[in-house]
Every structure is written in C-alpha cells, then in structure tokens.
C-alpha cells in the first residue's frame, strides 16, 4: 500500500511517522517552498504525547519543550479560581509539554527525513486536486517555483493541509470561509525571567478577554525561559466574516493591540513588559468550521485542521491531530482495503471532534472563568462566596471526557 499526504504541519508529519512504523509506505507533499519554525506556542497534553513516545521521540521533545507542572485559572484581575497539577506532577506516566509549534513540527519533520528519506517529505507543491478509481487515486499539485503539474498516484489520499484545505474545498465546495467567534488574538514568544519555578501556565480572563502565558522552551541566558503569551479579545461579532485570513505569520498591528493590554492584572508575571520585549508579534483571528458529515470518499479523507478547525481552547488542535494519524494508521492496517480503512477512521474520530469543535465555541474548558467572572465581574476576595468549587471541577471534567483526556490534563489557549 502507499498513501500520498497533502500538508507536512504537525498532523501530516506525525501520520507519516505512523504509517512507515506500520510499514506503509508514503510520501508527503508541502506547499510552502521552505519548512520553517512559524508560529509561537502550543501545548501536548499526556494523551498526545503518549503517542509521540510511541515514535520514539520523547527525548527530543525534552530538547524543545517544558515538561509542565501546573496550571492557573484566573479571573482578568488577577484572583485565582482554579490551581491544577499537569502532566507527571499529576499522577500521570507522561508528561504534558508546551513548546514552540514550528520547533515540534521540526522534531517530527527530521524523524520523517531520517526514517522514510530525504525525499519523503517534497516542499513547493500545492494540492490543486485528485481523480480516483477503483484501482488507486491520483493527486495533482502545482510546483510552486513554475507552476508545473505534478501527479502522484497512490492507494490514499490524506489531506492534512489546514483549515483553507483545497481537499475540502472540492469535496465541500459550497461551504464558504471559516467562521469568526469575534475574538482578535494576539501571540508572540521572547526570553522573558521564570516565573512560577518556569514550568506554570495561566489562563487570565473568559472568551470576551483573554491572557495566556506560559514557557515553550529554555531561554538564553540562566533565569529565563522562551515565554510564550496570548491575549485574545472580542472585537466583533461572532458569525462575521473574518476581518483576514487566517495565517499565522501575520504581523500584528501594536497600536490596537496597547489598547487592550491593561485590561489584565498578574501578581506572577509582568505581562505589559513581556508583550513589550517581544520584537515580532503576530495577529489573526480567532476560526473554525462547523463540523462535516463526513471526511472520507472513497480513497481521499481529511486530517487535523483540514477535517476539524477549532478555537484554540484546550489545547486539542495539534493533539487531536495526532490522535488522528494514530487512528489512521491503526485502520490502514486492520482493515482490507483503502476505502474501508478510511471509512472506519471517520467512524472514529469525526463523532468525537465535532463534539471538541462545539464545546470549544461554548468556551471550553475556560467555561470555569467566564462563569466566575459573569457573577464577579469587578474580581472576588473569596472564591467561595461566588461558586461552589464542584461546579468548576464540573465543567472541566465534562470537557476532559469528550476530548480525550483525564481533568486535571485540560488546559487553556495552545494548540
């Protein structure tokens, strides 16, 4: 069997390290000319990691990420309503990490290079479309340098390539732009003085007004960690069309962004000085897609964000992903053909997405601060005399349940 892959983000990449482990052979296609370290930070809770051990590659993310202890739910002014272990330092036999996208993506792009080939992962190609029969499929890029057609054919097709998905653009070709929730985020990384012992994160504030900080990586000089921040604010209405494209890359407007960051108060971290230090900072907003009826036809599915965008709560993007490609491969294997390989890896992951897809527009697990902040909005000196601290446990564990993952691995913002 050999299977082509469209898309080498984190979801691609991890699909196909799975697929050579089980002996099938692949080839992934990239549109972008060079694969660089975009984007800022995201997180890997114990059941996605679980699955990046299992390649081996528990030691690398050591190299690039910070194991973390614990998270901090918090009012926007600074009260905290919700203090949870995380990873080991909660019991668990893996470890949740935060840490750079683009280096993650580059721990699993020098696994591909290295176990399928050089050549196993091919840049500048941009998926324009497919043909399938009942012998095999056939995908055809463009070569981004002269814009030559190139086809490769194949028992599969895998689109992994993101929520502006060509695959599920001509599969769905009614379907339209992502769908805005009205939040305007805005995320950068620099080195910036531990806090909290440098292995804490904290969550600041509801959907309307949002402060994330946490480490992704060791920082250059002794005392610092790669500190990695969000602020996420609702500038329009949810259900408009998106003021841009979402791209990761995008510079950041600085003037709009300084109007909002006094909004936040933390007793751990000088927010206002390390959005300041931070030389590059970038703006999009805040997408998804409602879910579909199906991904596979025939011998072509969809994978990761080009199967199930989400808002970035939870930190389940890159982790469903990965869950993703591991459900792939295991159906490729136990399963007589292509087409019904494929159609039982929907079976498996489309239900339980679509469920993460809605409950992170209901707010996630992040829930907990909106409803403390609907009945304190000026802040609290006694969490007590505002909630019962099993409605809190509550709502995160019902969350936790649907994606996966135990409660106390559920985190905020971090793909």
């Not at 050579?20 to 800022?40: D, F, K, M």
């Not at 009942?134 to 002269?146: I, K």
């Not at 057609?149 to 390539?161: K, M, N, S």
């Amino acid at each position: 069997m050999k299977v082509v892959i469209a898309g080498a983000g984190i979801g691609g990449l991890t699909a196909a390290l799975r697929l050579h482990r089980e002996g099938i052979a692949c080839t992934v296609y990239e549109q972008s000319a060079r694969i660089g370290e975009l984007g800022v930070g995201i997180n890997a809770l114990p059941h996605a990691v679980k699955e990046l051990a299992a390649l081996g590659l528990l030691d690398a993310l050591d190299e690039v990420g910070i194991r973390t202890r614990e998270l901090f739910y918090t009012h926007r002014l600074g009260q905290v309503i919700l203090r949870k272990p995380c990873g080991l330092d909660a019991g668990f036999t893996l470890p949740q990490f935060c840490l750079h996208r683009g280096k993650l993506q580059n721990v699993l792009l020098r696994a591909v290079q290295s176990r399928l080939g050089p050549d196993a992962v091919r840049t500048g190609h941009l998926l324009t479309g497919f043909e399938q029969d009942a012998r095999g499929v056939r995908a055809r890029f463009a070569e981004r340098a002269g814009g030559t057609e190139v086809t490769a054919d194949a028992d599969a097709l895998v689109a992994a390539d993101g929520i502006h998905s060509t695959a599920r653009s001509l599969l769905f070709p009614g379907e339209g732009p992502p769908r805005w929730n009205g939040v305007l985020m805005w995320r950068g990384a620099t080195d910036w003085p531990e806090f909290g012992g440098g292995r804490s994160m904290i969550v600041a504030g509801g959907t309307a007004a949002k402060l994330v900080v946490y480490p992704i990586g060791p920082g250059r000089a002794a005392g610092t960690r790669l500190t990695n921040w969000a602020i996420c604010i609702r500038t329009g209405r949810p259900g408009a069309p998106p003021p841009d494209r979402q791209d990761w890359a995008k510079p950041a407007d600085r003037a709009e962004l300084a109007r909002h960051v006094g909004r936040f108060r933390s007793a751990a971290v000088d927010h206002a000085g390390l959005v300041e230090a931070t030389e590059e900072i970038f703006e999009f907003p805040m997408c998804d897609r409602d879910p579909l009826p199906a991904w596979s036809h025939g011998r072509v599915t969809l994978l990761g964000d080009a199967a199930h965008p989400m808002y970035p709560m939870g930190s389940n993007g890159a982790g469903q992903a990965i869950l993703d490609a591991t459900s792939l491969a295991e159906c490729l294997v136990r399963h007589s053909g292509p087409v019904e390989a494929l159609r039982a890896y929907e079976t498996e992951r489309l239900a339980a997405t679509s469920e993460i897809v809605l409950r992170n527009r209901r707010g996630g697990p992040e829930n907990v601060i909106d409803e403390v902040e609907r009945l304190a909005p000026e802040g609290f000196s006694r969490l007590e005399d505002v909630i019962d601290a099993a409605a809190l446990d509550a709502i995160v564990a019902g969350y936790a349940q649907a994606s996966g993952a135990s409660q106390r691995q559920v985190n905020g913002p971090g793909r």
